[in-house]
């Protein structure tokens, strides 16, 4: 019997997966690759000693019973300890502790029971609390705000520093040599330190094969990688470099593969990431960088007719296997067809699901969320109001969009705009519609806030929105929605706010283009569609009103460039997507440990994020053996945010661990 590359390799990964996709008990070891023996006479059983874990040295906060250990380097040579350690929190009653001085000896409760968990089978969270990628610091002081919500539902608390999207230098230890960021970095330091907690399994009271890990924005990019690419061969040479754990004390492979991912408006999947933003958003937009007589706006056409090739080529399915496609119409965009009508109905469902489920009168508050404050590190508050007071305007376009960085995001929206999109600007159009109320909400931490806007019913509220031309259409008997066209979703509540190729700039200006940047190198361009065109159609281009000479040039240069392992630019920015290892249009397809769990939610809102960035990740997910549940959750009336439908980020995200661990 015949069957599809794509339907091969699937099968040749369920054994691959089939380690995790139970979350495995505590009893049974790590996954370990598929292709190694269990024990290898050769490894040198002690070589990674040193990491073994201190259970002397545990530190216990008696008024919350919690204990904790600071500054655990979770690799034999770290670039740079200020990153690359960890810390450990765990619930006071897993542990049995003697006191010596300031420090407890601690071993295993096997007897205790705390929340869902005990201390065999409770999970580990392990939180990327960056949105913008930036580089997150390994605690240094210990405190207990936020953690109680995860400790007192049974879990393991870890956060791991790792390195950003540039390279950087020590301050701690004083160094001044320069140690590498970018991709892969932030994954290979992600992925060291699950193998640390591995090796040290024995004196955790945790389930080291139920690891989580979330993030928000291009943190939940990462969090996506990190779930796809279980023990992928990439990373290796990148692992070795920074002596990561290969192996435990008896000679047993030692894993990366996690449980579970989790993230909110992840932005991700940057060799097309240009593109899909021009697919959904940019093509459909006139002003600023996509005037007409621009380069900029030839190019957003052609970046935008590019991903609808892209789509053809790419194998993803609908619910029943049939693939989605693109189809050209008359004016030579790709907007009609099966992948069109699935993105279309996804935002459907989730505009019905509001209202039905919404209270009105409804307030309305456009935010924007810049950095996730996951708990963990007491000094990140103070480290971030630091870094944003050297630099407040860093990045500004000359037509006033900001620097689009590595989660897309630019400028800040400035506090007393009008609201965007027509929830705001038709708000007064409708005579009871609507009331300005400034101080409606309360402002959320982190959190960017316009003026609220109140809507008195539901058919007020879909009033506002048609205000300008009828295009959203609600049904009153049966409290159903659905949107003429992806185009006047686009224009209406997600225009295009980011320049033309946001993720990378021409003038290589983007946190993206930092991401591919290979150390004093900060900034390359790295996208190879965009570079295609850049160079195919520089004479179409060059005369046009903003073109400048030097682009053919640099982006065929930096497309070239190698970092400091002789890794190519295609291949780096293949480790930062998870489609990489899903679709089977990519060489990556079947070679990594896929997570059996997934919780992935999107504000439909964002105008940060390429409108497919999560749909695609969910629909190659929803098709690859192995993987066992994902909750894909599109939030109507919610932005570049913690996107959830009711309750709180928090709970919600520690509901669907226990769920996972539970089932």
């Known amino acids: 019997m015949g069957c599809t590359r794509r339907e091969f390799l699937a099968l040749a990964s369920v054994g691959a997966v089939g380690g995790l996709a139970a979350c495995t008990p505590a009893q049974q070891p790590d996954p370990a690759p598929d292709d190694q023996e269990p024990t290898n006479p050769d490894f040198d059983l002690e070589e990674f000693k040193s990491l073994a874990l201190d259970q002397s040295a545990w530190r216990y906060d008696e008024d919350n019973d919690v204990y904790y250990q600071l500054g655990l380097t979770y690799c034999k040579s770290p670039a740079t300890t200020t990153y690359e350690s960890l810390a450990v929190f765990v619930p006071g009653p897993f542990f049995t502790a003697e006191k010596n001085g300031d420090t407890y000896t601690c071993t295993v409760n096997e007897k205790a029971v705390v929340g869902n968990f005990t201390a065999s089978t409770a999970p580990v969270l392990m939180p990327i609390n960056t949105g913008t990628l930036s580089a997150q610091m390994s605690p240094t002081v210990y405190g207990y705000e936020g953690l109680a919500p995860y400790l007192e539902a049974g879990c393991v608390y870890v956060y791991a520093g790792f390195r950003g999207r540039s390279a950087g230098y020590d301050t701690a230890s004083g160094s001044d040599e320069l140690f590498p ?12 330190a699950v193998r640390y907690l591995r090796y040290n399994r024995s004196c955790l009271p945790c389930d080291t094969s139920r690891v989580f890990v979330f993030g928000f924005s291009a943190g939940g990019g990462v969090s996506a990688v ?35 991912s989790a993230s909110w408006c992840p932005v991700t999947s940057f060799d097309m990431a240009d593109a899909a933003y021009e697919w959904g958003s940019g093509q459909y937009a006139s002003d600023g960088t996509r005037a007409e007589g621009t380069w900029t706006r030839a190019l957003s056409q052609d970046l935008a007719a590019a991903y609808g090739a892209w789509v053809n080529e790419m194998d993803l399915r609908n619910a029943d296997d049939e693939q989605l496609t693109l189809d050209e119409t008359e004016a030579g965009a790709y907007s009609m067809g099966s992948y069109a009508s699935a993105v279309l109905g996804s935002i459907d469902e989730a505009a019905t699901y509001f209202v039905q489920n919404t209270p009105f009168p409804y307030t309305y508050t456009p935010q924007r969320l810049d950095e996730p404050s996951f708990p963990g590190d007491p000094n990140l508050a103070a480290t971030r109001a630091s870094e944003a007071a050297q630099s ?17 995001t630019g400028s800040e929206p400035v506090e007393g705009e009008a609201a965007t999109g027509a929830a705001g600007e038709a708000a007064e159009a409708t005579d009871g519609a609507a009331t300005d109320a400034a101080e409606a909400a309360a402002p959320l931490a982190g959190v960017t806030q316009v003026p609220s806007t109140i809507y008195d019913s539901a058919q007020n509220y879909f009033a506002a929105l048609n205000n300008e031309g009828w295009w959203i259409n609600y049904s009153l008997r049966s409290q159903s929605v659905s949107v003429s066209s992806l185009r006047d979703f686009s224009l209406h509540m997600r225009p295009a706010e980011r320049a033309t190729s946001p993720f990378d700039l021409p003038d290589r200006s983007s946190r993206t283009n930092q991401l591919f940047g290979i150390g004093e190198e900060s900034t390359l361009h790295f ?27 640099e982006w065929a240069e930096d497309l070239e ?5 002789e890794t190519d630019m295609a291949t780096r920015v293949a480790m930062m997507n998870p489609l990489f290892w899903l679709s089977g249009h990519y060489e990556g397809y079947g070679q990594a440990k896929v997570a059996p769990h997934w919780r992935i939610n999107e504000g439909l809102f964002d105008t940060d994020a390429p409108l497919t960035s999560a749909i695609n990740v969910v629909l190659a997910l929803r098709k690859y053996d192995g993987v066992a549940d994902v909750s894909h959750t599109p939030v109507w009336g919610q932005g570049h945010v913690l996107a959830e439908r009711s309750g709180s980020a928090t709970s919600n995200l520690i509901d669907w661990v226990i769920a996972c661990c539970t089932a």
Request: net charge negative; hydrophobic share 40%; no cysteine.
């Open 392 to 408: 407040p305007a860093a990045g500004v376009q000359a037509d006033g969009t900001g620097e689009a960085a590595a989660d897309g």
């Open 181 to 192: 960021g970018g991709s892969p970095w932030p994954v290979v330091d992600l992925k060291a």
């Open 226 to 260: 990190m779930g796809v690419s279980g023990d992928s061969a990439l990373y290796e040479p990148y692992l070795e470099s920074i002596g990561a754990v290969t192996h435990d004390a008896e000679g047993e492979s030692v894993s990366d593969a996690i449980a579970g």
């Open 527 to 553: 996208d190879a569609v965009a570079g295609e065109l850049v160079q195919s159609r520089a004479g179409d281009y060059a005369a046009l009103e903003g073109w400048e000479d030097d682009y053919e040039l």
């Open 561 to 565: 460039k190698v970092d400091s392992l």
